[in-house]
Every structure is written in structure tokens, then in C-alpha cells.
T-cell receptor
Framework: DVKVTQSSRYLVKRTGEKVFLECVQD?????MFWYRQDPGLGLRLIYF???????EKGDIPEGYSVSREKKERFSLILESASTNQTSMYLC????????????FGDGTRLSIL | AQKITQTQPGMFVQEKEAVTLDCTYD???????LFWYKQPSSGEMIFLIY??????QNATEGRYSLNFQKARKSANLVISASQLGDSAMYFC???????????????FGSGTRLSIRP
């Protein structure tokens, strides 16, 4: 069974801190994604990666960066956390087949104080 | 630019009735894929069904079917004989064109919260 693991379920940080959210998948998936989920807005794509060291901006990349040094790990970085980045963050991965569904982690609920 | 729209923020349906959740999309790519996911209150995302833009028939998976109307750019999810366990958030998602520069990109709609009444 595919497992997508996010390093923290809950995280509380302070404004201005540099925040790292980690995601690891164990099924050799080419693609990995970071979304944030907010009530009424659904899932909004922050960044995705289709290969090691490759990344593409999603719809809301401002204030975020990502790193994919190994195929199984995709990190989301908040360079200087702000209160408007308080949200649920979901990591997902999938194979590169056209009809391949995504597998999601359990999410990280991040609060920026 | 690609866009997914779900216009029903919430719906209430009587148990055992059929329900249709609306999804419209916008893309200039001739080839694309559409997905539906369910998110129960536990928060996990569960894949339900997939429809490819060139698929000749509407996709079906058990009680789930997809009413795909390509000309109208709609991909509505139909749940037959609803059950209490169907109460959840439902998200429509789209993957970009197969030969586009963002073929791996997958975007989601804002979701519909479905509540099944006993």
C-alpha cells in the first residue's frame, strides 16, 4: 500500500520563523505536490515536482519554496512565516501515468502566531 | 490557464436518494484528465473515479459514475443510492494536457460538502 508520510500532524510557529514541512513517499512516485487547504477555497496548489531537483510553481507559490533532493522526499519551506500562512498543508504523490490518482498524506495543520 | 469550478458549497440529500455533484472546468488543452476525491471528516483524501478527455464512455466505479459532457466542459459526479457514510467533502480535480509543459500539474475545485439525512 502506498504511504505518504508528513513529518508533523500539528505545528505551531512564530511569525518570521523559517518553517520546514517534510513529506516522504515510499512508492517510487515521480510526481509530488504540496497543497494548502482552506475552508471555502478547496485545495490550492503551491508547488509540484515531476523529478528529482525539478520543480514547478503552482497557483499560489508566493512566500514558499520547495526542495526535492531525493525522489522520495519533497520539502516545503516557508522562508519567513506569516499569519496568513496558517492553514492545513497536504502533500501528495502519484505515478506519471496519465490516469494515475494522487495519494495523500494525513496533512499538517500549521499555525503561525 | 486551467480552472475547476464547483458551485455547490453544500448539499443535503435524503438517504437512498441519488445525488449529483457539479463540476465544470476550463482548459485549452485537448487532452486532460478529471478526478473526483472524497474527504470524510477524518481528513483523508480518497480517490473515487477518473475520466480521460478522450474516453468514449462515462466512467463508473460501483455506486459512483461520472456524467461527462465534454462540449459543456462539465464532469459531474453521480452517487446512486446514497448512504450515511457518503457524508463528506467532495473535490473535483483536473490534470493538465498530456503534452503540455505542465502535464503533471493537478488542480482542485473548492469542494462540495455533502450531508446525507437518515
Amino acid at each position: 500500500d502506498v504511504k505518504v508520510t508528513q513529518s508533523s500532524r500539528y505545528l505551531v510557529k512564530r511569525t518570521g520563523e523559517k518553517v520546514f514541512l517534510e513529506c516522504v513517499q515510499d512508492m517510487d512516485h515521480e510526481n509530488m505536490f504540496w497543497y494548502r487547504q482552506d475552508p471555502g477555497l478547496g485545495l490550492r496548489l503551491i508547488y509540484f515536482s515531476y523529478d528529482v531537483k525539478m520543480k514547478e510553481k503552482g497557483d499560489i507559490p508566493e512566500g514558499y519554496s520547495v526542495s526535492r533532493e531525493k525522489k522520495e522526499r519533497f520539502s516545503l519551506i516557508l522562508e519567513s512565516a506569516s499569519t496568513n500562512q496558517t492553514s492545513m498543508y497536504l502533500c501528495a504523490s502519484n505515478l506519471d501515468g496519465y490516469n494515475q490518482p494522487q495519494h495523500f498524506g494525513d496533512g499538517t495543520r500549521l499555525s503561525i502566531l | 490557464a486551467q480552472k475547476i469550478t464547483q458551485t455547490q458549497p453544500g448539499m443535503f440529500v435524503q438517504e437512498k436518494e441519488a445525488v449529483t455533484l457539479d463540476c465544470t472546468y476550463d482548459t485549452s488543452d485537448p487532452s486532460y484528465g478529471l478526478f473526483w476525491y472524497k474527504q470524510p471528516s477524518s481528513g483523508e483524501m480518497i480517490f473515487l473515479i477518473y475520466q480521460g478527455s478522450y474516453d468514449q464512455q462515462n466512467a463508473t466505479e460501483g455506486r459512483y459514475s461520472l456524467n461527462f459532457q465534454k462540449a459543456r466542459k462539465s464532469a459531474n459526479l453521480v452517487i446512486s443510492a446514497s448512504q450515511l457514510g457518503d457524508s463528506a467533502m467532495y473535490f473535483c480535480a483536473m490534470r493538465g494536457g498530456l503534452f503540455s509543459s505542465s502535464a503533471s500539474k493537478i488542480i482542485f475545485g473548492s469542494g462540495t460538502r455533502l450531508s446525507i439525512r437518515p
